[in-house]
């Protein structure tokens, strides 16, 4: 199967940076789109950001300009680098990905998600 493993949430102060880590591991063939999503208290799970495997964006109105994503597919890893942050960037962050890989039942095609990990963005 894959797993997809997110680092890098904390506590950080406004108008601070993190960097988050995502690394899918598993019997991979192919991954296409990974993305951002992020969850709030209270809120239901919105995105965050995209990237292509071919490396083309698209970000959420809310983050443009402070936040870039990135990916190595080499390492099967995507990355959020999260600038200028603010209170309203609190929430839990999960890491996605539309997979290609073996399973029991062969060749199997499937969105992936993380576990999750939270960022507080709090003086």
């Known amino acids: 199967q894959v797993q997809l493993v997110e680092s890098g949430g904390g506590l950080v102060q406004p108008g601070g940076s993190l960097r988050l880590s995502c690394a899918a591991s598993g019997s991979i063939l192919r991954i296409n789109v990974m993305g951002w999503y992020r969850q709030a208290p209270g809120k239901q799970r919105e995105l965050v950001a995209t990237?292509?495997?071919?490396?083309?964006?698209n970000y959420a109105d809310s983050v443009k300009g402070r936040f870039t994503i990135s990916r190595d597919n080499a390492k099967n890893t995507v990355y959020l680098q999260m600038n200028s942050l603010k209170p309203a960037d609190t929430a839990v962050y999960y890491c996605?990905?539309?997979?290609?890989?073996?399973?029991?039942?062969?060749?199997?095609?499937?969105?992936?998600w993380g576990q999750g990990t939270l960022v507080t963005v709090s003086s």
């Open positions: 990237i292509a495997r071919g490396g083309s964006t």
């Open positions: 996605n990905a539309d997979t290609l890989y073996y399973s029991d039942s062969g060749r199997t095609y499937s969105e992936i």
